[in-house]
């Protein structure tokens, strides 16, 4: 088996361990061959992805790819989460992303961002904030089947404000009590 008809032999068996339950909750967003036996398993859970996690995946995986003749034992493998960088694949990413910016590509080219409010049976609700200040934001169902890319937005401010807001909200519902 030369190594190019080995590859789509090689994901099969990553796919079997996960379907198999050997990784617990966790699922393939994707999975890049590299080239020379290099493989990179972007992994994702509903919780999310800790670095323990990461190691407990790849120690399984190497387990079944230990075993693999066509690899002869030589072989990379590196797991990670997808990263931002990385489009949302599946709804169980969008689910967990609720309350965050989106960036979505359309099918037809066009570009729509907003806060992702909720996941429909067919697509997603997401709130566009308006250009004028004093415009009122607007609710927009998108269907899956419009949707060419989504990608979470990092928002670095939003996440500092946030807290100091209800820390602000804790200290007066403590004075209230007082």
């Known amino acids: ?48 992805l800790s670095l323990d996690n990461c190691r407990k995946i790849s120690r399984t995986i190497e387990a079944v790819l230990d075993e693999e003749p066509t690899l002869g034992g030589i072989y990379g493998l590196e797991i990670s989460s997808p990263g931002v960088s990385r489009p949302l694949k599946y709804l169980r990413q969008y689910l967990k992303h609720v309350g965050r910016i989106l960036l979505i590509k359309m099918v037809d080219g066009s570009q729509e961002e907003g806060e992702l409010k909720e996941c429909v049976a067919n697509g997603v609700v997401i709130e566009i904030v308006p250009k004028e200040k004093k415009g009122v934001p607007e609710l927009k169902e998108i269907p899956f089947e419009e949707i060419k890319e989504t990608y979470v937005k990092v928002q670095f401010g939003k996440i500092k404000k946030e807290k100091k807001v209800k820390k602000e909200k804790k200290i007066k519902k403590e004075k209230k009590k007082k």
């Open 1 to 48: 088996m030369s190594s190019k008809t080995a590859e789509p032999h090689i994901e099969a068996l990553i796919h079997d361990v996960f379907n198999e339950g050997r990784c617990g909750q966790f699922y393939i967003v994707d999975i890049e061959v590299t080239g020379n036996n290099q493989f990179a398993v972007f992994v994702d859970g509903d919780e999310g």
